[in-house]
């Protein structure tokens, strides 16, 4: 480990599920691009996850930061991430996501210090969760899987089912992720150099309920920044582990967001630095 040399830091957001984080973190080894440290992001101090960390066996570096439980603080929890990491690139992924082998290469490929790289997700079902999980090998056999059982997947509520296929930009169905646009970020597969996120001062702490203020918010703030989004939809390709929702309201987030808007305030003053 002492003469490895990381050129990109992937964050990793948990709570409490180390038997998901384990399945990514297990998804890692077949990582077609291997200069990478993880950075795994709690927003609590579980001992389970500690422990489950400490004795983790992996070939790159994994780094565990931790804070208080104090309610949703995630963003806290990234920023705090975004400024230990030691690389200039970062990639945000959730600890229920595993990722496909080509996953880490393609994000690098498409990093570019003008532009935000965006990605999607298929939500899998649990049928299709319990079999990637019988075997970490499974996943580089996912796609054919997808193929076979598309349709016993819809049925059973899997979601966004053309996000989980990859398309080889070598091959002739190649062409399909350069037609694909991205309009928006999702916080579970994005990508950015850390002084395109030292810009708009990191993600805004003001937000402490899931969703919009780790990726919605960020999105319009880059813009402003001057930052543009590229698509990796089909290019680094990501599965969500099925798992029941606890979803909230996003009306107050939503608010919040549209005030911040109206202000122009694309640089945070409640972010990385107190301003």
Request: some cysteine.
């Amino acid at each position: 480990m002492s003469s490895y040399s990381p050129k990109v830091s992937l964050i990793i957001s948990v709570y409490d599920n180390v038997k998901y984080l384990k399945f990514v973190l297990d998804s890692l080894k077949f990582q077609t691009f291997k200069q990478f440290e993880v950075i795994v992001s709690e927003d609590a101090e579980h001992l389970h996850m500690r422990e489950f960390i400490s004795n983790y066996q992996a070939s790159f570096p994994i780094f565990h930061l931790t804070q208080p439980d104090e309610g949703w603080k995630k963003n806290v929890a990234l920023n705090r991430s975004a400024i230990f990491a030691h690389t200039d690139y970062l990639i945000f992924i959730d600890g229920d996501c595993a990722l496909h082998p080509r996953f880490i290469e393609f994000h690098i490929k498409l990093s570019d210090p003008d532009f935000i790289v965006a990605g999607k997700r298929i939500k899998l079902d649990s049928p299709s969760t319990q079999w990637l999980m019988e075997n970490e090998g499974n996943i580089l056999h996912f796609q054919s899987y997808l193929i076979r059982n598309y349709l016993c997947m819809r049925k059973n509520g899997a979601l966004f089912m053309e996000e989980g296929f990859f398309f080889n930009p070598q091959k002739p169905l190649g062409i399909i992720p350069r037609l694909r646009t991205m309009r928006y970020l999702k916080g579970c597969n994005m990508s950015f150099y850390k002084d395109a996120l030292l810009a708009i001062n990191g993600f805004d702490e003001d937000y402490i309920m899931p969703a919009v203020g780790e990726d919605a918010d960020l999105a319009w703030r880059f813009r402003l920044a001057g930052y543009q989004l590229k698509s990796a939809r089909n290019l680094a390709v990501q599965y969500h582990l099925h798992h029941k929702e606890s979803w909230t309201k996003q009306d107050v987030n939503l608010a919040m967001m549209k005030e911040k808007q109206a202000a122009n305030q694309y640089v945070c003053k409640n972010g990385i630095k107190k301003l």
